[in-house]
């Protein structure tokens, strides 16, 4: 566990939501000042609250949200491993459900990282590719079989023969199918929430910020990334 410990601290170094315990130590001192000057930088991001005679870092608080702590470098790979064990080797998408309710700054780049560490995961995984095994020849015939069925009933339901408008139809059902490559759908990969609740979440709710989008969309990008280029 301590040469697990020890990685997963290189690994996460450059991620730009780790604090390291300096980082951490430092922005309490800072954000208590600015609490008594009437300053407002930093009070927009963070708070401070004292938890058994410790002082901890918190999101701001809101009507509508629970209180959420920021963690540092020190403490984090003890959190992941309590919520994985918890959840009986859960994944990803698990883990993350659980974490955000309480943790502001942990990202499903910290959970990778920690994953790719934990040897009874990765003796799983191993074990399922093995079992799984499918030759790539079989793979794109049963892919080119399927959309060129699926062209076929589009085209003779619509009474068109402009089969390239049906792409998109195609293409967004294909990414609402379970991938086992990265255990999930490629629409929840990609954008953190299945197809359906997102058409239902834009219906509902035209609200949410375009830079919380745009960086919820970053960090499932650089999952999508990091778990392709570990395919």
Known sequence: ERRQRSEFLKKIHANAASLSKQQYDQLIVDVLREKSTGAR????????????????????????????????NEE???????????????????????????YKNITFRHIA??????ESCEYKRKRRKT?????????????VE???EDLETWMERNRSNKWTE????????????????????????????????????????KTEPLDHKEAILKENLEIVSYKCDNC
């Open 41 to 72: 930088k930093l009070l927009r991001k963070y708070d401070v609250v004292e938890v058994e005679g410790i002082k901890k870092l918190i999101a701001p608080l809101c009507k509508t949200t629970d209180m959420q702590f920021y963690v540092h």
């Open 76 to 102: 984090l790979f003890e959190l992941l491993q309590e919520a994985h064990l918890s959840l009986k080797h859960g994944g990803r998408f698990r883990m993350m459900e659980k974490l955000r309710e309480t």
């Open 113 to 118: 990282n920690y994953l790719d560490l934990c």
């Open 131 to 143: 079992m799984t095994h499918v030759k790539c020849e079989e793979i794109e015939n049963e892919y």
């Open 146 to 148: 399927r959309v060129t």
């Open 166 to 205: 049906c792409l998109r139809f195609i293409q967004f059902s294909i990414n609402r199918d379970f991938h086992d490559g990265i255990d999930s759908t490629p629409y929840d990969m990609l954008f953190g929430l299945s197809a359906d609740e997102d058409v239902k979440s834009q219906i509902m709710d």
